[in-house]
Nanobody
Framework: QVQLVESGGGLVQAGGSVRLSCAAS????????MGWFRQAPGKEREFVAA????????YFADSAKGRFTLSRDNAKSTMYLQMSSLKPEDTAVYYC???????????????????WGQGTQVTVSS
């Protein structure tokens, strides 16, 4: 069983930056692909970014390309999403997820992920 806990959300001004962390319990998660999704009020959950088990490959949604970076430190069982040049439309609850069936891939659909965190709110003010 893997448990994921997000942290680092909060209120930030447009153009600012914030770093989200996702801490995983259990060493098994270090062998899984991991990703970030977000959900704004009244909208469906959408893919943001994903990373392979060793950080060798990442994939970003078009909305995140050039502004967000994704990394992981398996020694600390933690994944990081660095978000810069934030926009009001980035406001959402951000969820991290881990996919036990995907080690070398970067899934973009929620159904590919087995484990989810509780989410952390990011609010970008204009």
């Amino acid at each position: 069983q893997v448990q994921l806990v997000e942290s680092g959300g909060g209120l930030v001004q447009a153009g600012g930056s914030v770093r989200l962390s996702c801490a995983a319990s259990g060493r098994a998660a270090s062998g899984y692909a991991m990703g970030w999704f977000r959900q704004a009020p009244g909208k469906e959950r959408e893919f943001v970014a994903a990373i392979t088990w060793n950080g060798g490959s990442t994939y970003f949604a078009d909305s995140a390309k050039g502004r967000f970076t994704l990394s992981r430190d398996n020694a600390k069982s933690t994944m990081y999403l660095q978000m810069s040049s934030l926009k009001p439309e980035d406001t959402a609850v951000y969820y991290c997820a881990a996919g036990s069936q995907y080690k070398y891939r970067t899934p973009v659909t929620p159904i590919a992920y087995d484990y989810w965190g509780q989410g952390t709110q990011v609010t970008v003010s204009s």
